[in-house]
Nanobody
Framework: VQLQASGGGLVQAGGSLTLSCADY????????VGWFRQAPGKEREFVSA????????TYADSVKGRFTISRDRTRNTVHLRMNSLKVEDTAVYYC?????????????????WGQGTLVTVSS
């Protein structure tokens, strides 16, 4: 396993969770990392991405202002802090390593994908 996503769980609407994506083999230290999510019956959608050095990040409009992506290069881990969670945030969240150093909103621009972690937001 090259990317390990963790931190999902059940939370009430308005609550918070922090997801982590660990690169245990230090394979992607020069690559952008992104988070995507897929809800039941829906296509995978972009959530957020961060550049290799943490210097730039992007967010989907649906999570902007609520989610924060960060990168700990000493631990080769990318975090996604999710605040003010909504029922519609319920999905399996995946982290992925980009082909480039900055990441992308397009799933096709990612080389390796973690196994996913389930986030369930209850009303």
């Amino acid at each position: 396993v090259q990317l390990q996503a963790s931190g999902g769980g059940l939370v009430q609407a308005g609550g918070s969770l922090t997801l982590s994506c660990a690169d245990y083999r230090r394979t992607f230290s020069n690559n952008g990392v992104g988070w995507f999510r897929q809800a039941p019956g829906k296509e995978r959608e972009f959530v957020s991405a961060i550049a290799w050095n943490g210097g730039s990040s992007t967010y989907a409009d649906s999570v902007k202002g609520r989610f924060t992506i960060s990168r700990d290069r000493t631990r080769n881990t990318v975090h996604l802090r999710m605040n003010s969670l909504k029922v519609e945030d319920t999905a399996v969240y995946y982290c992925a390593a980009a082909r480039s150093s900055v990441g992308s909103m397009l799933p096709s621009e990612y080389r390796y994908w973690g196994q996913g972690t389930l986030v369930t937001v209850s009303s």
